[in-house]
């Protein structure tokens, strides 16, 4: 992960058409960029309605807020496993890894709900990752295109050879109309989380309470899944996360403590 | 490479003067009077993409076509010490700052020195910030979308 993204003179980016798309899902905006010379075809337009459709459906299955989700209704017994959508078994065993792979710092099963008065099982630290990465399935198919999802500040990109990297500025927790750090990426994923997080708290799942050591981490890597929950496992652990993820293969996190310092693993890109 | 060079000078001159800032109101009584931006030798960029992003690379010898890695000024001798800034640079915009070098000689230097690095390093983000072309953060809701950096950046583009 170290060294410059770029190893030669890349074209200006501004000669390069440019075209964004955004809609509301999961209570959040979900943006796709793209960058490329046939951006009006219909293609596009089927491609881009097809990411947007996959997080839709993703929402359906998963939603914490929607009493009919098939999370909602497996978790109150109105829905075996085996009839729910296929995908609730596939996220159910991808947190049961991460609880595993982050040394039990992020851990799906007993989170609280929304009203604060019970713990459930909350797949959502996961499942945005799980979803974004599974809709930009239908982008890698667009030749000489470079694209960029943004799904409520967890980001997903990709320039092909001969096109400039993603620009992704880090926003600073203490003012989110400035950036922290700029980073260049060609691709791969830049996700970050914070103490607090669409109103609510990452749970130090350990102490059983909202964790406050850090404001917030963002982690690059090759996947978003994963660079997601391990930025949301980071939280919760705190300071110390960086000497856990500074082993992890393929990832780096940048971490701003409670005081406001920014602190990093040794490979972090610029 | 004019421009980083301009920028690394008026850098330079910067940090010097928030060395001096810091240094006049602790009331150790510098008696020299030369102004603070006299004591600072032009700087210059010597060494070419160091093909490594890592704060304090040197320079590889390479030309600066390409304009990407890692720059180094010339170390400036000021009253406090010596001070070195070196800049990396990915597709023509500086991503990070550094000072490998900076004056060290009393405890309160190290302080100066965590207080000064994060303005500069602001400074240098902010003034390129328009040219970001998505942003990573933890507060990105559909609630407070429309005052979002994300939400400009999408209107940009927006078809």
């Known amino acids: ?270 | 490479m004019r421009r980083i060079t301009l920028w690394l000078l008026s850098t330079v001159a910067a940090l010097v003067l928030l060395f001096s800032y810091h240094t006049s109101t602790m009331g150790t009584g510098g008696t020299e009077s030369s102004p603070v931006a006299g004591a600072v030798p032009r700087p210059a960029v010597t060494g070419g993409p160091s093909g490594d992003d890592g704060a304090g690379s040197v320079g590889g010898g390479t030309t600066g076509q390409q304009g990407n890695g890692t720059y180094r000024g010339s170390v400036v001798r000021t009253r406090w010490g010596p001070i070195q800034v070196t800049i990396t640079v990915a597709s023509r915009k500086i991503t990070n700052v550094a000072v490998p070098i900076y004056p060290n000689g009393n405890p309160r230097d190290e302080e100066i020195n965590s207080y000064a690095l994060p303005i500069l390093r602001q400074a240098t983000l902010d003034a390129q910030s328009a040219d970001i072309d998505t942003v990573s953060g933890a507060t990105v809701t559909s609630d407070g979308y429309h005052e979002s950096l994300q939400a400009a950046i999408d209107a940009a583009h927006l078809s």
């Open chain 1, 1 to 270: 992960m170290t060294g410059p993204i770029m190893s030669t003179r890349m074209p200006e980016t501004a000669a390069i058409p440019r075209r964004a798309w955004v809609e509301q899902i999961m209570g959040l905006p979900v943006s796709i960029h793209l960058r490329g010379a046939a951006l009006g075809s219909s293609r596009v337009e089927r491609q881009i309605a097809a990411v947007f459709a996959d997080l839709r459906h993703a929402d359906r299955v998963f939603s914490t807020y929607r009493e009919d989700s098939d999370l909602s209704r497996w978790e109150r017994g109105a829905l075996p496993l085996a009839d729910a959508d296929p995908t609730l078994a596939v996220v159910m065993e991808l947190c049961e890894q991460a609880r595993l792979r982050t040394e039990g710092w992020f851990d799906a099963r007993r989170l609280p709900d929304r009203r604060g008065d019970r713990l459930r099982y909350d797949p959502s630290g996961l499942v945005k990752g799980w979803a974004v990465k599974r809709a930009a399935r239908h982008l890698t198919g667009l030749v000489e295109t470079s694209w960029c999802i943004n799904a409520g500040g967890d980001v997903l990109v990709y320039a092909p050879a001969g096109q400039p990297p993603w620009r992704v500025g880090i926003e600073d927790p203490a003012n989110p109309a400035r950036v922290l750090r700029i980073i260049a990426r060609a691709g791969g994923a830049v996700a970050t989380s914070g103490a607090t997080h669409r109103g609510a708290h990452i749970i130090d799942p350990y102490a059983g309470r909202a964790a406050t050591a850090v404001r917030a981490v963002t982690v690059v890597g090759p996947d978003l899944m994963w660079a997601d929950v391990y930025a949301t496992a980071a939280v919760a652990r705190g300071p110390q996360a960086l000497t856990w993820l500074a082993d992890v293969d393929g990832y780096e996190a940048l971490l701003v403590d409670r005081l406001g310092a920014v602190h990093s693993t040794p490979g972090w890109p610029g």
